[in-house]
């Protein structure tokens, strides 16, 4: 690292960025600039020929990937960083499962709704009734994760790495110890897998004479919770589904097993003190065995999520890992010098961290006469009021700074929200549901995802419901699954009049010729790319008529000499063709393409892609457009996902190695053109056998109905959309945000949502904060396949502190507020009760709540208020309340 590269560190900070060799701990406090460094050390390891592909930033929320990721674009400036890896440890495992073909294609991520409302199905409940109800949802979520226990347990993961093991309660443990008795068999591991896997059949042990009732109501739950989570993952694997566990185990799986997964010699962890040991052991299993540098980023004073399985000894093992290799960074460069002492010492006496390890600071301000004060009140209601006037008073003394109140419960959110209202004071509520869970905008983010993969299962049953073209989510998949199984999708009802894609397809292969063609391009830009080998061949019913054309174009725009890590074998023939002057302008290749296809139907493998970037080639160089040609186009890529739903790729290299068929996928257009050839007559023959079967489905009286209204629902939409899909839009507006209002106001007039209160929030966000790369292309297609990813885990606290927000005024509970930062800070209710709350059973969860706490205070940068009550009113009558014990190291700090 040059001198010039590290005035913006300080001294503890640059040792940090220049680590390597081994595994190393940093220790930090909040403010101590962890995200500037964790960008700075990719910057440094770079400069010291570190690949950014052999590269791993992991973090604990999305939204710390994305802070991470445009950090990192303020630092370094070098286009092929794009190829580093960002994102919490689900998201990595959700990219390696899917872009290494290592599920099924067709595969869908569930959520905990999706998950509850598959096990409703099973137990004849309403999903919507158990949603609804937090007492019900426990006990499906208990069931859920007991599925994740078993299968563990069946793969011998080590107990250690066990998600959920609280799900495996003691009564639960007497009740199969109870089962092995009666069955004379032995009780381990083997036999409760066994159990689990054939639980009906062992019920009629909970009516053997010896076993009293008590003993008779554990067997008889046991077995009906494991028969419910055997039904719960046998219907997931049926129908290739993963929920968000099952991304972490099936990575661990194959990580195990398999020695040709890609390791990464270059590693940093973000929030370690947060993850869980199954993550841990993910990251353990990513690292290279050879010369690893592996870099955790903790803070034990910020250890709140023991409710996700996070354990603080995490840390401690971590210590005894990177012993010898320990950092801490020593300078907090946010708070002033009063908020730092409030925090240290509270550091200090409650949570008993060394002084020497807490930082300082340079930011020697002094504390005003309202910068920390204690706000008492006769009660909770008053105190909701004067919270309520205070954090109005603070926002017209400044109305740039920002002021956050921060709660221990949704319910504590919701009641002091209702009071800012009568306030007229605008504010934003983080807390409760999720606005990205609501139904209404679920189903906004689903048309969107079908428009970017007409195969997404879980989008397609969430339009299906959302639309009421279905009364339930589980009749909704059912009827999903069955137009996958008869080779069809939801977009054949919408496109199609009692046809099929793949019956269009075989229609047009028996009767008329078709032409099979492929391109090589410049790039993968469908708008600015061109098109330097256009192959194509004609076939009638299989067989070839005529010879093939395979032309070569000349182009201005560069060709890359690799492919990735492979040579591009256009590279040196494109050259030899432009020495040898038998390259054809664009006009004349052009041309010569449309003349040979005539008025046949096209057909390619990804052949959206090939018939686009010739459209808008046709438009550049001929000023025509494919549209007023009369060519339709089929793609080979979607035959086959609708034709063989159970592969894992569909890359055309990947489908003759599987069909054993003739070809080979060589990146030249003429070869990859013969390929698909065979594949062509590998997709008529399976459509013979399918296509009867379509249409006795379609034409079926119980069927029709169905159809009809989901057309109805839907069917306008859809087609308008999908019709701008390749649309470069001039509009000053995202081609994304215009295709969101479009259905917002679609599903508006035809009375499928109601007004979304917060909708503005999510279109600002997208627009300022989340579509701003300029080098995509203002077109639906590109911007859905850019960002399609992170849309879907987007969260209303990634709001807080956007460029798009403009409320000043927040409410959040403690949990969603960590790792934001606020001026200003009111902790709501902090009495003896709350922190520590008085439902604690042990000193670990009033050692957590001390932590929370901490969190609470520790988001404020300016001004810090702590508010309490004196008293509180239940049906037993008025107690009187103390403030919180965990104040009494800093109280003398306030006013």
Known sequence: MKANDVHSLDDSQIPVVRADNGFHLVLASPGCGKTHILAERIKYAHGQGVKYEDMLCLTFTNRAAREMINRIASVVDDAEVERL???????????????????????????????????ADYRNESEEGVIGDYNR??????????????????????????LHPECFTKEDRDAVKLICELQRME??????????????????????PRIDWKSANNIRRLLWKMYYASCYEQYKTEHHLLDFEDLLLVTYDIYSKDADCKRYPWIQVDEVQDLNAMQLAIIDLLTSKDNPVVMYLGDEQQAIFSFMGAKLETLTFLKMRCKGNIHHLLKNHRSPSYLLDVFNDFAEKQLKIDRELLPITDNELEAQPNDLKILPSDNIEAEMEEIAGTALDLFKADKSETTAVIVSSNADADKLSRVMMRYDLSHFKVSGRDLFDTPSVKLLMAHLNVLGNEHNFLAWTRILKGTKAFDSNALARRFVYKLKQLAMSPTDLLLYDKSTYVADFLQTYRNEDIIVFDTETTGLNVFEDDIIEIAAIKIRNGEIIGEPLDIYIETSRPILRKLGENENPLYDLYHSKLRNGALLSPQEGLKKFLEY??????????????YNILDFNLRRYLDISMKDCPNGYFDSLKLMRLLERNLVSYKLESLLERFNLVGENSHQAIDDAKATVSLVRLCAQKAETIVAQQTAFLNHPKVMPYVGKFRSAYQELYLSAFSKLYLLEDNAKKALILAL?????????????????????ILRYLDMDMLVDEHIPNALVEQIGSYIMDINTLKESDFCNSRSIRERVYVTTVHKAKGLEFDNVIVFDAVDGRYPNAYNKNKKSDEEDARKFYVAISRAKRRLYIAYSLSTTSKYGTHAKELTPFMLPIEHHFN
Request: negative net charge; proline residues 1%; contains cysteine.
């Open 597 to 610: 296809a005539g008025n046949a139907t096209l057909l390619g493998h990804n052949a959206d892609y090939d």
């Open 187 to 208: 009780y381990n591991e083997r036999t409760v897998v066994y159990i689990y896997h054939n639980a009906q059949q062992f019920l009629d042990d909970a009516d053997a």
């Open 137 to 162: 949802s426990k006990v499906y979520q208990e069931i859920i994760f007991f599925s994740h226990l078993m299968y563990q347990m069946e793969k011998a993961h080590p107990w250690e790495y066990y």
């Open 85 to 119: 890896q960002v994102g919490n440890v689900h998201h990595f495992c959700s990219r390696f499962l899917f872009e290494e073909n290592r599920v099924e294609a067709d595969t869908s991520i569930i959520d905990d709704e999706e998950a509850i409302s598959i096990i």
């Open 741 to 761: 209002e479009d259905a917002y106001q679609y599903f508006q007039q035809t009375a499928v949502i109601s007004e979304i209160d917060r909708l503005e929030y």
